[in-house]
């Protein structure tokens, strides 16, 4: 209800385009003014605006000349790099990620951190603060623009927390965003993690960018669906939506903290794969120890694989049913194990359980961002938030 009878600000569209001419020049690293009108059909006038602003605020700059047709130079222009970073943050189960990055979302420095469950959440998240001290303090040659923060859902974005995070109560508590902005006078962007990967195949994959409705699922220590129809992402009334994990693929199944039984990720996230196989093998390993004894080979490891991966594989039905996509791609650590068995049991899952045209018109991938897609994603939130609202970085931030 709260869009409808909206009419379209200058403002809104003035961003639009703002993005447009930022994912282009992202894209071809160097663009001359004519080729950003041309290619994004703007008027040359409107362009040269925009570029001229982001000269006036350091978000690009002049680089050499481009060879145009009929032996005519032009100025060309990219992403400054020189001045400005942003920092991601994400906040796992049972890690949390610091990365620094800039302005064209390549990544420049990375901590990563394992917690355990017996941790309180305010405890890590004071960890977490201090780390992005260190950052700040490390880089003071740059101007940190914003913070963007993947986190495990359900979110609540309008209050900037977690909703729930299974067997980590106490993060439901914590007022992530609003903490950390009184602490760093930076605006903090708060994104699920899912949403945050498929903001990360969008913008590093063009095959990724050209679909009509992409899907990333993060099959991690809980599973996610980041959904993108049209370049946008869907986010819900409250931005729960895309919680894939918490639908049911069993009533009479496993009973889940979030009300529901027989939920998803109960039966194939890599909480749930390491507890198959200790339940099996009477031991206590790790999820990284499993990992290695799945790589090697290991029988039960392999088998226990298979069958989480026939479980997603009936979550993948159920949201390739829902939203019809033209490409699905499996991301986080689950899909590190063995993505040729991952993705061959998803696929015989999907194809035996589904429509044949629908099936033909379905792609299924991996992330080609290999060192954690979603880490990279929390960056792309907050390098988007600069482009699309640089009034809020230009007054705060940067001194003519
Ligand atoms: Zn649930």
Redesign the pocket.
Known sequence: MKKRNKGINQDTIQGFNRSLIISLLRKQGMCSRVQLANTTGLKQATVTNIINDFIKWGFVKEVGFLNGSKGRRSIGIAINTDTFRVIGVRIARKYYSVGLFDLTGKMHQLQRVETNLEEQPKDIFSNIKNMIQEFLNQNRSYTILSIGVAIPGPFIQKEGRIGLMTEAEGWKHILIKKELEELYHIPVILEHDANAGVYTQQWHSKEASECEVLIYVAVGQGIGAGIMIDGEVMKGSLGTAGEI??TCINFNGLK???G?TG?L?KYCSSIAFTNAVNEATKKKYTFEQIKELTKQGDPLCLQKFTEACEYLGIGIVNIVNNFNPDMIILGDEMAHINPSLMYNTVCETVKSRVIPEVWENLKIGFSNIKNDSILHGAAIVAINEVFENPARFIEENIHP
Do not use: R
Request: hydrophobic content about 0%; aromatic content about 0%; glycine content about 12%.
């Open positions: 994990g918490h889940c903290s979030c529901n939920c990720e």
